[in-house]
């Protein structure tokens, strides 16, 4: 296991599905898909779908009589979304924006944008895109994290404060928009319905430093001057030694139309 700092991003399909084949990843998506209610025969589209991680749970749920679409820009993603669900009945994967959705208005009866908001340049835009795409009655499931509440257990506390101070002030592009999400739902017309606040946890490092970029975020908050070399150094590699603990907030809206 290494504890040397690594600024290479991972491959973003297989970060993906890592993320999402993990306990806290499975337990979240299990309960967003459950809180959509999703019956047979209904239209379901999930903007920005990645690798397609998710479509295969949409079509059992909508049926041979359903529909599911993906949407998402990033060609490679949906090379993969293609490939995973090609065996799938009344699977159509789009390329698209979420500013721009390539979807009827009024067509959809069931949607969800699972950790996408956080990196898209107007949230409040995008969602008012899903509004515009969902049929009255429909129910549309949100999912973000709030970075603001990344807490990393470490001798140094005062380094993982300035931690996650920098993951929020400079890593990411709205990175407490978990805590926004009822009032951003709002803003574009949908109705809250309900709220949900999840804790993923951390006790293996070696996934943490895979999912939350800690050696590749603190050697951008080094070289950008926001930590010293040699602390961020050996608060990384005091990571490795001994029990570890990692957490953040997870926020599930489900709203409708």
């Not at 990393?152 to 996650?164: M, N």
């Not at 920098?166 to 709205?174: A, L, P």
């Not at 574009?188 to 951390?202: C, I, K, L, N, Q």
């Amino acid at each position: 296991m290494s504890t040397t700092l690594g600024v290479n991003r991972p491959e973003q399909a297989s970060y993906m599905l890592r993320a999402a084949a993990s306990n806290a990843g499975r337990a979240y998506k299990q309960q967003l898909i459950d809180l959509l209610d999703i019956s047979p025969g209904q239209t379901a589209l999930d903007v920005g779908c990645g690798p397609g991680t998710d479509l295969p749970a949409l079509a059992e749920r909508v049926g041979e009589h359903g529909t599911v679409i993906g949407v998402d820009r990033d060609p490679a993603m949906l090379a993969q979304a293609r490939e995973r669900t090609s065996d799938l009945h009344g699977v159509d994967v789009r390329e698209g924006d979420v500013h721009a959705l390539p979807i009827d208005p009024g067509s959809v009866d069931r949607a969800k944008i699972d950790r996408v908001l956080m990196h898209v340049e107007e949230p409040v835009a995008a969602l008012a895109q899903l509004h515009l795409a969902t049929r009255p009655g429909a129910l549309v499931g949100l999912v973000e994290p709030d970075w603001d509440t990344l807490a990393v257990d470490a001798q140094d506390l005062e380094t993982s404060r300035d931690f996650t101070r920098y993951t929020t002030e400079e890593v990411v592009r709205h990175a407490t928009i978990g805590r926004s999400l009822g009032r951003l739902a709002e803003k574009a017309g949908f109705r809250v319905e309900t709220v949900v606040a999840t804790t993923p946890v951390f006790r293996d490092f070696a996934d943490a430093d895979h999912t939350l970029g800690l050696g590749r975020n603190m050697q951008q908050a080094i070289n950008d001057g926001y930590v010293e070399r040699d602390r961020g150094e050996r608060w990384f590699a005091g990571l490795a030694e001994g029990s570890f603990y990692a957490s953040f907030t997870l926020v599930t809206v489900i709203c409708s139309r």
